[in-house]
């Protein structure tokens, strides 16, 4: 069922790129994220925040009017401050962007992230996290962009198996810069 649904949404993404290829831009972007884990089970003593880094690539196909779809793939350090509770993931955000005037925008729409790294491999995390994104854009110049977003987990982080009985979702304020070619 979940290998129908994603071969559905590829076929339907790389549709929408031959259909809009023409018009389309790419670019890079990359920024600082404050993260955390949303967890009420967690000791005080590890919810502070972790700042890291967002790096990737993006690409922007106009839709109709003032609508666009930017689907983008990126490296994201999340978590929280303390190292075990650190986690890298590749993020794949698929936006609607829709551009209020010539210089701002808003962004929304679903993540899906695979983590890639952990700290000493414990397991004690799940492998996919899915998210909502939800943003504001500014075009300083024709290629030049700054975006402010948040990101909101949807689904619990902590995998029962490593022997965590906690449940948490990811949250991440990103503040990024990015080049459209």
């Known amino acids: 069922m979940n290998k129908r649904i994603c071969s559905m949404f590829l076929f339907l993404i790389f549709g929408l790129i031959t259909t809009y290829a023409q018009e389309s831009s790419y670019g890079i972007r990359m920024g600082v994220n404050v993260s955390s884990i949303n967890s009420s089970e967690l000791p005080e003593n590890l919810e502070d925040g972790r700042v890291g880094?967002?790096?990737?690539?993006?690409?922007?196909?106009?839709?109709?009017?003032?609508?666009?779809?930017?689907?983008?793939?990126?490296?994201?350090?999340?978590?929280?401050?303390?190292?075990?509770?650190?986690?890298?993931?590749?993020?794949?955000?698929?936006?609607?962007?829709?551009?209020?005037?010539?210089?701002?925008?808003?962004?929304?729409?679903?993540?899906?992230?695979?983590?890639?790294?952990?700290?000493?491999?414990?397991?004690?995390?799940?492998?996919?996290?899915?998210?909502?994104?939800?943003?504001?854009?500014?075009?300083?110049?024709?290629?030049?962009?700054?975006?402010?977003?948040?990101?909101?987990?949807?689904?619990?982080?902590f995998d029962d198996k490593g022997g965590l009985t906690f449940e948490g979702n990811n949250q991440v304020f990103q503040i990024a810069l990015g080049y459209r070619m």
């Open 53 to 157: 880094v967002v790096v990737g690539f993006l690409a922007d196909f106009p839709l109709k009017g003032k609508l666009s779809f930017q689907p983008e793939l990126q490296y994201s350090s999340q978590g929280n401050k303390d190292e075990r509770l650190q986690l890298n993931y590749i993020n794949m955000p698929l936006l609607l962007k829709y551009n209020i005037t010539e210089f701002l925008n808003i962004q929304a729409g679903p993540l899906a992230g695979i983590k890639i790294w952990e700290w000493e491999n414990n397991d004690n995390y799940k492998t996919f996290d899915f998210s909502a994104v939800g943003g504001i854009g500014v075009n300083v110049t024709e290629n030049i962009f700054v975006d402010l977003r948040y990101i909101h987990g949807l689904s619990d982080v």
